[in-house]
């Protein structure tokens, strides 16, 4: 579905329900598109837990196999 900025503006709640029941609003500027809405996905999963994962030279780094863990032991020192 196609809205212009104008519509965006004055009927946000309808755009919103068009995008709740799924589908994707393109929103166009002057006759051009410039933004699309679409549904919004939760986190979580093995995408949430990908996202988490060390990459580059820290992938193999061992000190780091625990993400959380390790910068929670780098910070340990700063708290005051």
């Known amino acids: 579905m196609k ?3 104008r519509d965006l503006r004055f009927h946000s709640r ?5 995008v709740r029941r799924g589908e994707e609003v393109v929103i166009t500027y002057r006759g051009k598109p410039c933004a699309r809405l679409v549904p919004f996905e939760e986190e979580g999963g093995a ?5 988490r994962r060390l990459f580059g030279i820290w992938r193999d780094h061992d000190d780091s196999r625990d993400i959380e863990a390790y910068v929670r032991d780098l910070r340990k020192g700063r708290a005051c």
């Open 3 to 5: 809205a212009t900025a």
């Open 14 to 18: 309808e755009l919103l329900e068009t």
């Open 47 to 51: 995408d949430a837990e990908a996202g």
